[in-house]
């Protein structure tokens, strides 16, 4: 079993930077894949961005692609969105996710293991 917690969501300003956190437990975090999701208010939950169980892939949704960045410290057991520039229609709940897989995936059928999810708000 894999125990996922978030961390570092807040109330930012359009234009301002965020990072927030996930922290693993339970199986060798090497081993697999993870993920951020989000999840807007009224809609659906959507695939941000993904890293390889070692950390030398990644991969992105378009709308965030050149703003956000995934990496994973292996020895902390954490994995890390930052999000630059952040736009209004970023307001969500971002959600960590861990996959089934050592490779990367956007398809949450993939993920096994969810955290409980951080609020981010962008006001503009």
């Known amino acids: 079993q894999v125990q996922l917690v978030e961390s570092g969501g807040g109330l930012v300003q359009a234009g301002d930077s965020l990072r927030v956190s996930c922290a693993a437990s339970?199986?060798?975090?090497?081993?697999?894949?993870m993920g951020w999701f989000r999840q807007a208010p009224g809609k659906e939950r959507e695939f941000v961005a993904s890293?390889?169980?070692?950390?030398?892939?990644?991969y992105y949704a378009d709308f965030v692609k050149g703003r956000f960045t995934i990496a994973r410290d292996n020895a902390k057991n954490t994995v890390y969105l930052q999000m630059n520039s952040l736009k209004p229609e970023d307001t969500a709940v971002y959600y960590c996710?861990?996959?089934?897989?050592?490779?990367?995936?956007?398809?949450?059928?993939?993920?096994?293991?969810w955290g409980q999810g951080t609020q981010v708000t962008v006001s503009s």
């Open positions: 996710a861990g996959s089934r897989y050592r490779t990367m995936s956007y398809g949450s059928n993939a993920y096994a293991y």
């Open positions: 339970g199986r060798t975090f090497s081993t697999y894949a």
């Open positions: 890293i390889s169980g070692s950390g030398g892939n990644t």
